[in-house]
C-alpha cells in the first residue's frame, strides 16, 4: 500500500512541520493565521533514504544522459505525476537516477 503523508511550510514562523495530519490529535493547519504550504510525499526516497516531498530540491541524471542536473519536484497535471519522474522528463522514458535531496524551495531558495 502507498504511503500518504504530508508536511508543511509554515509562512509566519518560517518553519517546515512534518506529519501535520498526527501531531497530537489536532490539525496543526489551523495554528497559523499566516497559513501554510502543503506538500505531499511522492512515495519515493533519494539515495540516501529520506523521503521526497513536493518541494524539494533534486539533484540525479538521465540514466540516457549521465549528465548530473537540479531539478524541483513538482507536480504534474498533464502527466498526472511528479516531474522529474513521469512524462517527457527525458525522451524513451529513460529515469532519472542517483537522486539525493539538497533541499527544499522554502528553506534553500539559493539552490533554485
Given amino acids: 500500500m502507498r504511503e500518504i503523508k504530508f508536511r508543511a ?4 514562523f518560517k518553519r ?22 502543503v506538500m505531499q510525499f511522492i512515495g519515493l526516497k533519494d539515495k ?4 521526497i ?13 549521465k549528465d548530473k542536473e537540479t531539478r524541483i519536484i513538482e ?7 511528479f516531474q522529474p519522474f513521469v512524462g517527457a522528463s527525458f525522451p524513451d522514458g529513460y529515469n ?3 537522486v539525493e535531496i539538497i533541499g527544499n524551495i522554502y528553506e534553500n531558495p539559493k539552490l533554485l
Avoid: R
Avoid at 9 to 12: A, G, K, L, P
Avoid at 75 to 81: I, L
Fill in 53 to 65: 516531498y513536493e518541494g524539494d530540491i533534486i539533484t540525479g541524471m538521465s540514466s540516457f544522459y
Fill in 16 to 37: 517546515m512541520v512534518y506529519d501535520i495530519l498526527a501531531q497530537d490529535d489536532q490539525n496543526v493547519l489551523d495554528v497559523s493565521p499566516y497559513g501554510y504550504e
Fill in 9 to 12: 511550510w509554515d509562512i509566519e
Fill in 75 to 81: 507536480w504534474d497535471d498533464e502527466y498526472t505525476g
Fill in 48 to 51: 540516501n533514504g529520506k523521503d
Fill in 96 to 98: 532519472f537516477i542517483d
